[in-house]
């Protein structure tokens, strides 16, 4: 599977969030990587409880940020947040039964939802609180 590469197309113009996707990026790539090396599923495990906790970070600072500026999008990106997490846990409680679970399909999903979202709903808040920011 190829790899993640951010650029400009998915800045939202707001440094500090174009800082945590990249670093999103990052994290689903060392995913990749370690599927690709066949590593041990402890590293895949531990790798994605690092990824989980990145994004609840992520999401909240997102979400603060939004509704401290009154954004109208909130609920729909908070909605999107938690859809996202909820499958996040899933496949982590799957892994850690040991379940006949595909990582390809789970990096194919985590990949799609990253590229989706920064590129889709992500660019919306953009312009509304770049100005209110910087
Ligand atoms: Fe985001």
Partial sequence: ?????WDKRFSVGIRE??????????????????KEENSDPHVIKNTLGQLHMYTIFHFT????MMQYFNYDGLDEQV?????LLKQV???????????DLS????????AGWLLDHTL?????????????VE
């Fill in 120 to 132: 889709g709903p992500d660019m919306l808040y953009g312009p509304f609180l770049r100005h209110r």
């Fill in 61 to 64: 600072a997102e979400e603060s």
């Fill in 89 to 99: 846990e899933d496949y982590t409680l799957r892994l850690e039964r040991n379940e």
């Fill in 17 to 34: 969030f174009d800082q945590h996707h990249k670093i999103l990026f990052e994290m689903i790539n060392s995913l990749i990587i370690a």
């Fill in 79 to 83: 909605e999107e947040h938690a859809k």
């Fill in 103 to 110: 990582v390809a399909e789970l990096l194919e999903f985590l």
């Fill in 1 to 5: 599977m190829q790899l993640l590469a």
